[in-house]
Nanobody, 123 residues
Framework: QLQLVESGGGLVHTGGSLRLSCAAS????????IGWFRQAPGKEREGVSS????????VYADSVKGRFTISRDNAKRRVYLQMNSLKPEDTGVYYC????????????????WGQGTQVTVSS
């Protein structure tokens, strides 16, 4: 089983930046697309960004385009989500997940999920 662990969440003021990291337990992370999803209180979990296995294709939710950047370093078994110009609406629990498909927001395609990391953006 592939274990994923998120880190880097925390409390930040509006306009601030945060970088989330997703660490994988196995070298086979390179076989997977990695997606970031988030869930705010009282809302459905939604796709934020995803990157394919070699990093050549990325997708972003419209709400984060121009502010967030996803990247990966397979040698380090890490996927990152750089979050800039944060807004209170970005508050939620952020999860990384691994898929054997491409960079999509189809949650059923993601086989492994991390435990989540809390991001809180205060106004």
């Amino acid at each position: 089983q592939l274990q994923l662990v998120e880190s880097g969440g925390g409390l930040v003021h509006t306009g601030g930046s945060l970088r989330l990291s997703c660490a994988a337990s196995r070298s086979t992370m390179e076989d997977y697309a990695i997606g970031w999803f988030r869930q705010a209180p009282g809302k459905e979990r939604e796709g934020v960004s995803s990157i394919n296995n070699v990093g050549g294709s990325t997708v972003y939710a419209d709400s984060v385009k121009g502010r967030f950047t996803i990247s990966r370093d397979n040698a380090k078994r890490r996927v990152y989500l750089q979050m800039n110009s944060l807004k209170p609406e970005d508050t939620g629990v952020y999860y990384c997940a691994a898929s054997l498909f491409g960079a999509t927001f189809v949650q059923s395609e993601y086989d492994f999920w991390g435990q989540g990391t809390q991001v809180t953006v205060s106004s």
